[in-house]
């Protein structure tokens, strides 16, 4: 599990796409796309696939298979156009929660947090309350070049899925360094209908 490249995006924005095309709201075999294509996107928690007793329930059909973007491949289409082309990032005014850990960022990180934090109300999982703020407090290391944020568990959690997204986009580094040091890692849940 990497980077997206352009491709897969593609195939991902087409499933879609193919949702769209029914009422039901999963994209089919009819749909165009090829099936190892859509289990790629299956295995690294961007999509879902239809149980049997859902396909025969399908109309037209029964399909031989479907699918539909989970919350993740959503956020994914949202987060890495935005990434690849530099959007700019939000602030938000929640206070700091108490019960805080501290979790030191680089700043490529942290710029994925902030893009993360700045495309919020487009996401079907928004942030837990409170990363903004924590953000914006952030301090500079004693040494390095990081940044040292104080984050509850949920934030954390953020963090993680924020960084899950930027493994989609452009890089796995800080995903890997979060769960190294700090044993967080998003992964997305299985999910069948």
């Not at 929640?94 to 960022?105: N, Q």
């Amino acid at each position: 599990m990497g980077v997206l490249k352009d491709p897969e995006y593609q195939d991902l924005a087409a499933l879609r796409d193919g949702q769209g095309l029914h009422q039901h709201g999963w994209a089919t075999d009819t749909c165009g796309i090829d099936p190892r294509i859509v289990d790629r996107l299956l295995k690294i928690g961007l999509c879902e696939m239809a149980n049997a007793d859902t396909l025969l329930q399908l109309r037209p059909g029964p399909p031989q298979w479907a699918a539909r973007l989970t919350p993740e491949g959503h956020d994914t289409l949202v987060y890495l156009p935005a990434r690849r082309f530099n959007a700019p990032s939000a602030r938000s005014t929640h206070a700091r929660p108490e019960a805080t850990r501290e979790v030191e960022l680089r700043p490529k990180a942290l710029e994925a947090v902030r893009l993360y934090l700045s495309l919020a109300s487009d996401l079907r999982q928004p942030p837990a309350p409170g990363p903004a703020d924590a953000v914006e407090a952030a301090q500079r290391a004693a040494s390095g070049s990081g940044w040292l944020l104080q984050l509850t568990e949920p934030q954390v959690g953020s963090v993680a899925y924020a960084l899950w997204l930027e493994a989609r986009a452009h890089s796995v580094g800080p995903a890997n360094r979060l769960a190294r040091e700090y044993d967080s890692q998003y992964k997305p849940t299985s999910r069948s209908s």
